[in-house]
C-alpha cells in the first residue's frame, strides 16, 4: 500500500538532524579558515609589501655588524639618519651600508684615511681599516637633497659612496631594525 504525502506528518530522524549539523559546521569551519587564511595572506602584503622587507647580506662590506648570508629586516618608512645601516637598490643588487652624511653635509676625506663630515672628524668604532679616498667621488663633496653618502664598516672591502657616489633618497629601500645570523661567525 502506498502512502501519499497527505497522510501523516513524518517526523525527522535523529540520524538526519545530525547529518545536516554536521555539515552545516563542516561549512562553518571551512568559512572560518577560509577567511582567517585570507586575512593572514592581507596582513603579510602589508607587513611585507608596504611596511617591512627582507634582504639576504651578501659580501663582507659590513663586516663585523652583519655577516655575509645573515638576513636583515628593513623599515621602509621614516628618516634617515648618520649612523643607519640601510638595504639599497642598485640594478638587480641590493647592497646594505651605513650611512655617514646627509643631504645638505660636506664630506670629505683626510689624507690619513679619516672621514670628515662638515669639517669635523667623525668618531667611527665600527669602521675596520683605513677610510682611503677611491676613484669616483670628488672630494670635498656638498650632498645635495635627498642624496646620502653611504660607506661600508669593512672600509678597505667596500663598493661605496666614495666609487659610484651619492645615493638619492629614493633607491634606499629602508632601514635595516633586525638582523637575522644565518651562520656562526
Known sequence: MRRSMFD???S???QVLRERKSALLRRKFWARLLGSLLCTFVATVILFGVLFGVSRVEG???RHALQ???LALFFRW???STGDIVVMRMGDHHPVKRIVALPGDTVDISGSGRLLVNGQEQHEP???GQTHRAGGT???LVLQ???YFVLGDNREDSLDSRMFGPVAGEHIRGRIIMVIRTREI
Open 78 to 80: 621614516g628618516n634617515y
Open 126 to 128: 665600527y669602521a675596520v
Open 12 to 14: 525527522v530522524p535523529e
Open 138 to 140: 670628488a672630494f670635498p
Open 145 to 147: 637633497d635627498g642624496a
Open 8 to 10: 501523516a506528518p513524518v
Open 60 to 62: 663582507n662590506s659590513m
Open 68 to 70: 655575509e648570508a645573515d
